[in-house]
């Protein structure tokens, strides 16, 4: 009986150490599959170590995570236009739409979203609010859909950190570098051409003409950075952004951007804008939007060929071409090969 029962001991006492060992091994596995990311909120977020699903937050998200790992997205922050579908591959054509987390429109889908199963949300832009406020809101949405999400703060300053970030995070670092030096590159040459007197410019996203973009503001921040003043100040505009055209002649830009179509139209043909002298030399443009503004909404990554096209327009002579600069940006941001009857359409050229 005593042997038995030593038996028994021994039996247990190695069964014992085969489980604890395969336990510290099983969770030596798990350190190895998980990472931990701080964010630009300074939040420690618990993320894969290999991120193959990833939800965007908004438009700006989507648009600087299909630059740089299309493949990743499990959906999109809303469905694509025919048009944009001419750009975007063909496999995220019918992904789902999660709608957007922050904004004047936030209608994030937490069910959809949920559905789609990503291991991550990346929220990309300004910080909304104080850094606390906007933590613990991310936090709340991390708990609400049980995803971990993570803030990368971007603007047209940062842009070549914020791809080496992401690169390196979602395991793209080469195609990070590849984009970020692309924009160190652009920002480098085109500030070569804005030496001297800056141009002034009038940009309005309404139908009427008269809701303005603000000058220091994200929204105004591709004119700026590509040498030009915005004239519309917040002093001179009401709590929307809308102006009167009073005030308008009154500043009297060189040039004027419209992001509609009916805007354009207006400001072009409408005898009460005719004697602005943007109207009447011919210096008003219809902003190309496709697959996104060139220049704004979102304000995102999609603002860096709005650069060029904004430098060919404001400094003629420096023979930019930007029906080539175009094809260029979208066969590396979008990996689209438009040819040039394409681009020319786009620009609005035709």
């Known amino acids: 009986m005593k042997k038995m029962a030593l038996i028994c001991v021994i039996v247990v ?16 596995a798990t350190n190895v599959l998980t990472r931990t990311f ?23 998200a989507q648009v600087i995570v299909f630059q740089l790992a299309p493949e990743k997205l499990v959906g999109l922050a809303s469905k694509l236009g025919q048009e944009e579908k001419s750009i975007y591959p063909e496999y995220t054509h019918d ?31 300004d910080i909304k609010g104080s850094v606390e406020q906007m933590a613990k809101e991310l936090d709340d949405v991390s708990k609400d859909v049980g995803v971990p999400v993570i803030f990368i703060e971007a603007d047209m300053d940062n842009y070549p950190e914020v791809f080496r970030k992401l690169g390196k995070l979602l395991g793209f670092e080469e195609r990070g570098e590849q984009l970020a030096r692309y924009y160190e590159d652009a920002v480098a040459e085109i500030g070569k051409y804005s030496t001297g007197k800056k141009p002034t410019v009038y940009i309005t996203s309404s139908n009427n003409g008269l809701e303005a973009v603000i000058a220091g503001k994200s ?25 009167s055209l009073e005030t308008l002649y009154q500043l009297d830009p060189e040039y004027i951007f419209a992001y ?54 404001f400094y003629p002579q420096a023979g930019i071409d930007i029906v080539e600069r175009t094809r260029e940006f979208y066969r590396l941001f979008y990996r689209a090969d438009i040819t040039e ?4 359409h786009i620009l609005h050229m035709e």
């Open 341 to 344: 009857p394409q681009a020319r």
């Open 219 to 243: 929204h105004a921040q591709c004119a700026e950075k590509a040498g030009a003043e915005v004239v519309v100040t917040s002093s001179l505009a009401n709590s929307n952004g809308s102006i």
């Open 95 to 125: 992904l789902p739409a999660f709608g957007t987390l922050y904004g004047k429109k936030a209608n994030l889908n937490r069910e959809t979203l949920i559905l789609a199963d990503p291991e991550v949300v990346i929220d990309v832009g």
């Open 13 to 28: 006492f190695f069964t014992a150490i085969v489980y604890a060992q395969a336990a510290v091994e099983a969770s030596g």
């Open 38 to 60: 701080v964010d630009d909120l300074g939040r420690e977020v618990v993320l894969p170590s290999e991120i193959s699903r990833i939800a965007p937050s908004g438009s700006n």
């Open 260 to 313: 509609t179509e009916e805007g354009y139209r207006t400001i072009t043909t409408a005898n009460d804008w005719a004697g602005l002298q943007a109207v009447r030399n011919g210096n008003v443009y219809l902003v190309p939007s496709m697959p996104h503004v060139f220049i704004d909404n979102p304000v995102c990554s999609n603002r860096i060929i709005g650069l060029w096209y904004l430098a060919s327009i």
